[in-house]
C-alpha cells in the first residue's frame, strides 16, 4: 500500500511539475509576441528628423529663384495678354464713370464729329468755287484783272462764308443743348427754390367747397355726433357736399402728407407756415402728392363717399386747422 501510495504522489508532482513548465512556455511566448507588436507600433510614430532634413535640402535645391523667373519670363511682353488695354468698343463715346467725365466725352465728340463736317463742307465749297470762278474766267476774262470785281467778289465769299460759320456754329450749339437738355433741366428742376410758406394771423382762408357746416367746431364743449350717437369734441369742421364734387385748396401750402384714416378716409395734410396746417378729408381722387406746392384755388381732389363713422352725416369734406398742432377753429379764417 506505502508503494502504491508513493507511486501516485510521483505522479501527481510529474503532472504539476509537466504543467508549469507549459504555462510558463505559453507566458514567456505571449510576453515576447505582445513586446514585438508595441515595438513596430512605437516605430510608426517616430519621426525621422534626419530624413526631413534631407527632403527639405532638396526642395530648396531644386527652388528656382525669383531673379530665374524674372529672366524666363523677359521675353513674354504683353503680346500674350488675353485683353488689350488700348481696346475700345465702336461707339463707346470713351464714357468715364463719372458724371463730368460724361459731358466732357460727349462734348468731345460731338465736336469731333461737327468739325469733321465742317472740313468736309468746306472741301465742297471750295471746289464749288473753284469751277464757278474757272466758269467765269473763261466767260469773261478781263473781269478777272478789275480790282472793283475782285474786291465785291472777296467780300461776297466772305459773308457767306461768315455766315455759314455762323449757321455751323449755331448747329453746335443747338446739338450740345440737345445732349445737355435733360441733365440740365434735371438739375434745375432739383435746385428750384419753393415760394416761401408765410401764413400770418391775418390771412384768411377760402372754402374749399361750397356747403353747409353739419357739424361745427368745438372744442369748448361736446357737440353730439348722429352715426356715433354721442357727444365728443370736435376739433374740425364737417362741410355738406354732394360725391364727386371737387374740392380746392383753402391757402398756398406744400402737402406734407397724404394717407388713408379710419375716421376721415383719404386725407390730405397741407403746411402753410409759421406752425399752420390745414388738413382735408374724406377724398378720393386726389391730385397732389408729398412735397408738391399748391396754390389757393388749385384742385387737390374729390369728394369720396362718407366713411362709415360719417354714414348719418352723409357726404362731407371734413376740414380741420390747427397751429403748432393745437386745434383752431376754421370759422375764424374762412372767408
Do not use: C
Not at 467778289?153 to 435733360?182: I, P, R, W
Not at 378716409?265 to 397741407?270: A, H, Q
Not at 384742385?299 to 354714414?311: E, L, M
Amino acid at each position: 500500500m506505502a508503494r502504491r501510495n508513493r507511486s501516485s504522489i510521483r505522479k501527481e508532482r510529474i503532472i504539476m511539475l509537466a504543467s508549469s513548465v507549459f504555462v510558463l512556455a505559453a507566458l514567456t511566448v505571449t510576453g515576447v509576441y505582445v513586446r514585438n507588436n508595441n515595438r513596430a507600433e512605437k516605430e510608426d510614430y517616430v519621426v525621422d528628423f534626419e530624413a526631413l532634413e534631407q527632403s527639405s535640402t532638396e526642395l530648396a535645391e531644386n527652388m528656382v529663384s525669383g531673379e530665374e523667373l524674372d529672366t524666363l519670363f523677359a521675353g513674354v511682353g504683353t503680346d500674350d495678354l488675353d485683353y488689350d488695354p488700348n481696346f475700345q468698343e465702336a461707339n463707346s463715346l470713351h464714357v468715364e464713370n463719372t458724371e463730368d467725365g460724361v459731358k466732357l466725352e460727349k462734348k468731345k465728340t460731338i465736336e469731333e464729329g461737327i468739325e469733321e463736317k465742317k472740313k468736309e463742307e468746306g472741301l465742297e465749297e471750295k471746289k464749288d468755287e473753284k469751277s464757278d470762278q474757272t466758269k467765269e474766267d473763261e466767260a469773261d476774262e478781263p473781269k478777272k484783272d478789275d480790282p472793283v470785281e475782285k474786291s465785291a467778289a472777296g467780300k461776297k465769299n466772305g459773308g457767306a462764308d461768315k455766315g455759314q460759320e455762323e449757321e455751323e456754329a449755331g448747329m453746335f450749339d443747338e446739338t450740345v443743348d440737345t445732349v445737355m437738355s435733360d441733365e440740365v433741366q434735371a438739375e434745375a428742376i432739383s435746385t428750384t427754390v419753393q415760394p416761401e410758406l408765410d401764413f400770418s394771423e391775418e390771412d384768411g382762408l377760402v372754402w374749399p367747397i361750397v356747403g353747409d357746416v353739419l357739424i361745427n367746431y368745438s372744442m369748448d364743449q361736446t357737440i353730439y355726433f348722429p352715426t356715433l350717437d354721442q357727444y365728443k369734441y370736435n376739433p374740425a369742421i364737417v362741410i355738406a357736399a354732394a360725391q364727386g364734387e371737387n374740392i380746392s385748396a383753402a391757402a398756398d401750402g406744400r402737402v406734407t402728407s397724404v394717407s388713408y384714416d379710419p375716421g376721415t378716409g383719404n386725407t390730405v395734410v397741407m403746411e402753410l407756415g409759421n406752425g399752420y396746417e390745414l388738413t382735408y378729408g374724406q377724398l378720393e381722387n386726389i391730385t397732389v402728392s408729398e412735397g408738391s406746392f399748391v396754390h389757393v384755388g388749385d384742385g387737390i381732389g374729390t369728394v369720396a363717399a362718407p366713411t362709415k363713422y360719417y354714414s348719418m352725416e352723409g357726404t362731407n369734406v371734413y376740414f380741420k386747422l390747427t397751429k403748432d398742432g393745437e386745434p383752431v377753429n376754421p370759422m375764424s379764417k374762412l372767408q
